[in-house]
């Protein structure tokens, strides 16, 4: 098991577009680790200062033409292992990766030691032989870009997005749940691991072991096969009457398999294993009508809010519910928020067990976040 490992080639592409202009794809790559990617970019940035080619004056019609698509972030041949090595003769330790801090709600501390954490290529066999994966494809990268908001519904906004590979047509994409799919199966854009390719699917998981006081038995293991992300996003603004930061959050997770079970961290000994086959989550928090707010309180505490979406006015929806005898807008408003099925959150597993015990298979099917509230809290006090 590798511990400590980071390695990646990184691509930034910057994509400069207009109606008259061909793409331009400026690439940076580099076979070192993470850090050297930074270097390249601020070699991209610098380079201009040392070039001899002329600034040319755009007019104003075609300053309008040309339209800034942000930055795409590839990742290729990445591989990420982290954790805490467990003491030698002398009671050092090389690496550590703890959580501290925290209490339980009798008093007693609470010490969360993250014993290794991977991202790595398929077939790692839970973490145990680590290999190389690309995120992001060139010609669908993860992108962080400033979005206008009246193009995806948020009207007069300026929206910070960080998005994942966005989803396409079933027709040039790949099932998102089969780890040997081809392409035209399915939606998903990230390609699976084949005998010639790593592909874009990675292996993720996370060994750890929660302290209680003393009581240091509670090991969790979690693992996901050949998972997939696309189609996910975060987007966040500001907003004018509440002052506060608001946001979109869609998160796409499927896995040929889950599984988390509560072995030891040398693997002497297992409790029963959850395994989750074929697990497909789709969840959307906050949308156009409804977003999520983010703030802290006066006491210090983060929290995470859905506001229940607005009552109509009396008059504004007609007796019968129709259209016709209702404020159209209004109407319109709570037809796009009951029936967009982009705001619905979906939960499918294809097959459920635990030990030798199986449950089938299981789904929840168009959830409706209508009203959250979450809010951390200091035990201690």
């Known amino acids: 098991m590798e511990r400590g490992v980071t390695e990646a080639n990184i691509s930034i592409v910057v994509r400069v577009c207009s109606e008259e202009m061909t793409m331009t794809d400026l690439c940076v790559r580099t076979n070192q680790d993470c850090w050297h990617g930074l270097f390249a970019l601020v070699a991209l940035l610098i380079a201009p200062l040392f070039s001899h080619a002329e600034l040319l004056r755009l007019s104003e019609t075609e300053m309008s033409q040309v339209d800034g698509v942000g930055l795409g972030l590839v990742l290729e041949n990445f591989k990420f292992s982290h954790g805490t090595d467990e003491p030698d003769a002398a009671g050092n330790q090389a690496r550590i990766f703890r959580i501290g801090g925290i209490k339980s709600t009798d008093g007693r501390d609470v010490d969360i030691t993250v014993n290794h954490l991977y991202i790595s290529g398929a077939g790692s066999n839970y973490g145990q032989n680590l290999g190389s994966v690309n995120l992001g494809r060139l010609i669908n990268p993860w992108r962080i870009d400033v979005v206008d908001g009246n193009s995806i519904g948020i009207a007069d906004k300026a ?15 790949y099932d998102c749940l089969n780890s040997a799919a081809s392409g035209g199966t399915g939606t998903c854009s990230s390609r699976p691991a084949t005998a010639d390719y790593i592909g874009e699917r990675a292996d993720i998981g996370m060994q750890m072991n929660v302290a209680v006081g003393d009581d240091r038995s509670a090991n969790i293991n979690i693992h996901a096969k050949s998972a997939v992300i696309d189609g996910s996003y975060l987007r966040l603004w500001g907003d004018d009457n509440r002052r506060q930061m608001v946001g979109q959050f869609k998160l796409n997770f499927y896995s040929p398999e889950l599984s988390v079970n509560a072995c030891a961290q040398d693997g002497s000994s297992c409790g029963s294993r959850i395994l989750m086959s074929n697990f497909a989550l789709e969840l959307a928090i906050g949308n156009q009508l409804q977003p999520v707010f983010f703030d802290v309180d006066g006491t210090g505490n983060f929290v995470v809010e859905v506001a229940a979406i607005r009552r109509p006015q ?13 404020s159209a807008e209004t109407w319109d408003l709570y037809e796009s928020y009951y029936t967009n099925p982009e705001f619905r959150s979906n939960l499918s597993i294809g097959n459920f067990s635990v030990g030798n015990r199986d449950f089938g298979s299981a789904r929840v099917q168009g959830m409706l976040i209508q009203h959250l509230n979450i809010k951390t809290r200091d035990l201690s006090q």
Do not use: Q
């Open 159 to 173: 929206v910070l997005e960080f998005a994942a590979s966005s989803m396409v047509n079933p027709g040039a994409g």
């Open 314 to 326: 009396p008059g504004e929806i007609g007796a019968d519910g129709l259209r016709g005898s209702s």
